[in-house]
């Protein structure tokens, strides 16, 4: 009788014992998940706010960008000293929002203003338009810009 209970104790404590190796092995697979799912979660999460950022960004870039070209094109052509506010806000603009190449041409711009009072607007407004119409995926347009001026 003595092995008998041995036996079955010996057996208790194997099963318990194999039990409780399979519940740590169970809790790391369980904590393995859940640190690859928190993972992934933020790194998708991270991924998201990237595309929304750049994005926002974009999309404040264009509005500023084709307010300002809506700025120029309106003050180019014109003796009238009331578009003058409106040309120094969109080379403002340009100059803090623009490729370097849109910087440089609104640096030159500013420079022939303030030495002689007048400005050629051609080359930047051509620009503006072409990275514009790239942005906003438009077709690209070669032409010359065209301006309808009509006299007081």
Not at 24 to 30: D, G, H, R, V
Not at 103 to 124: F, H
Not at 133 to 148: C, D, G, H, P, T
Request: charged share 25%; with cysteine.
């Amino acid at each position: 009788m003595t092995g008998a209970p041995m036996t079955s104790a010996l057996a208790k404590l194997s099963a318990w014992g194999f039990e409780r190796h399979m519940d740590w092995k169970l809790f790391a697979q369980l904590a393995v998940t859940l640190v690859v799912a928190l993972l992934g979660g933020w790194f998708g999460h991270h991924l998201s706010m990237q595309r929304d950022l750049t994005g926002e960004r974009r999309k404040l870039r264009v509005a500023y960008l084709l307010e300002a070209y809506r700025r120029l094109e309106g003050a180019a052509n014109r003796n009238n000293l009331k578009c003058w506010p409106n040309l120094e806000s969109a080379l403002a603009d340009i100059q803090l929002l623009g490729s370097p190449h849109q910087v440089s041409l609104a640096k030159q711009v500013a420079i022939d203003m303030a030495r002689d009072r007048i400005a050629p607007l051609d080359d930047l407004l051509f620009d503006l338009r072409q990275v514009l119409r790239s942005e906003l995926k438009l077709e690209a347009v070669s032409e010359k810009i065209s301006f309808l001026r009509f006299a007081n």
